[in-house]
């Protein structure tokens, strides 16, 4: 039985490394995986265990860990491997926000685990304080005004794939002032066709591809067949925007909001 709140930890999901570091537990975290590259200490940490569908669970087990935090998304396979962890013996605990104010809320829950919960506290009431600092420029006057129409593309294609309710991303789009037009669809990820996306005619197109970063390509929606006749490609209205501020649920989601409500304001360039 462990006593006192543990000393070497592995994080299975790079927003729960930066959650770790951002609350003063970097020092004790000794395994994260291939994606965990910010902040930059996260990349001295030098055991890989894996990936999101790949962790190796030998590897972790070999750390010795007192405490492993995983993360939201995994097959069965991958969640076998987890229970296993169990199985040996480690504490395990997910980390599952669906929602914005999830997000912010796990962080208290990470800092009651690793005992930085002073640290953690004073995260989430500084995210709160931004995001409420943030809101109050979607509209200033008090007064709700028409939405923008806005398309989320998480991944380009064999699927397509956008965001709806149940997940963070959907939440950004309404809070700064957006309509996500997918929004009625099941699934914090549902899978579309580009057909749909036609006939939803979004004023404004959010190209977030998925480990892309910032090397997202506006030119391949462009191209789209019947993609010319989009509100938002007609006026000009896409924007590439690097994944990782709206992808991963820790403290830099509050920047990515203040993208998307600079976004969706902005005026479009017609090609």
């Not at 070999?62 to 962890?85: C, E, H, M, N, Y």
């Not at 990470?110 to 304080?129: F, P």
Request: charge should be neutral.
């Amino acid at each position: 039985m462990r006593n006192g709140p543990p000393e070497r930890i592995v994080s299975l999901a790079p927003s729960n490394t930066e959650i770790l570091f951002a609350i003063g537990a970097g020092p004790r975290v000794v395994g994260v995986t291939r994606y965990c590259d910010y902040p930059l200490a996260a990349r001295s940490v030098q055991a890989d265990v894996g990936g999101f569908m790949d962790v190796n669970t030998q590897a972790v087990i070999d750390l010795k860990p007192d405490l492993v935090l995983a993360g939201t998304t995994f097959s069965d396979r991958q969640r076998d491997r987890i229970i296993a962890l169990r199985d040996a013996g480690i504490q395990v605990e997910f980390i599952k926000p669906k929602t914005y104010l999830d997000v912010i809320r796990s962080i208290p829950r990470i800092g009651e685990l690793t005992g930085n919960k002073e640290a953690a506290d004073g995260l989430a009431s500084r995210m709160l304080t931004e995001t409420n600092r943030i809101l109050a420029k979607v509209h200033p006057d008090g007064q709700d005004s028409e939405k923008v129409k806005v398309y989320y593309e998480e991944w380009p294609g064999n699927p397509t794939m956008t965001v709806g309710p149940g997940i963070w991303i959907h939440d950004m789009i309404e809070m700064a002032g957006g309509h996500n037009v997918f929004g009625y669809l099941g699934g914090p990820e549902p899978v579309i066709n580009p057909d749909m996306v036609v006939k939803a005619d979004p004023d404004v197109i959010v190209l977030g591809w998925c480990g892309a970063g910032s090397r997202t390509d506006p030119r391949r929606v462009r191209e789209r067949p019947g993609w010319t006749d989009v509100k938002a490609v007609k006026e000009g209205r896409i924007h590439a925007v690097h994944d990782t501020f709206f992808t991963r649920p820790g403290p830099r989601l509050v920047e990515g909001l203040a993208h998307m409500v600079d976004l969706l304001s902005r005026k479009g360039v017609p090609p």
